[in-house]
C-alpha cells in the first residue's frame, strides 16, 4: 500500500525537475549564467516563503529547509565521487 507521504515524495519528486528545467534553460538560453539562476531561486524561495510561512517562523523554517537541502547535496555529490584504492 503507498501511503500519501509516498504519493507527496514521488509528486515532489517529478515536479521539482521540471521546475529546475523551467529555471536553468530560459535562463542559459537568454545569455545568463549560475549567478542569474541562483537570484532566481532566491526569488522563488522568497515568493513560496511568504506564501506558506507564517509571519516570525522565517528564520526558523529557512534553517531547517537549508540544513535538509545542504545534506541532500552532499549525498549526491558523495554518491558521485569514484571510490579511491581497494580495501
Not at 52 to 62: A, E, F, P, W
Not at 79 to 85: D, F, Q, S
Request: aromatic letters at 2%; a negative charge; one cysteine or more.
Amino acid at each position: 500500500m503507498i501511503s500519501e507521504h509516498d504519493d507527496m515524495s514521488e509528486l515532489h519528486n517529478r515536479i521539482a525537475g521540471e521546475i529546475v528545467r523551467l529555471i536553468v534553460k530560459p535562463t542559459f538560453d537568454a545569455g545568463g549564467g549560475p549567478a542569474d539562476v541562483m537570484e532566481l531561486c532566491e526569488s522563488v524561495l522568497v515568493g513560496v516563503a511568504l506564501a506558506c510561512i507564517r509571519l516570525g517562523g522565517d528564520n526558523t523554517v529557512l534553517d531547517v529547509m537549508f540544513d535538509r537541502a545542504k545534506g541532500r547535496l552532499a549525498e549526491i555529490r558523495l554518491a558521485e565521487l569514484p571510490v579511491a584504492g581497494e580495501s
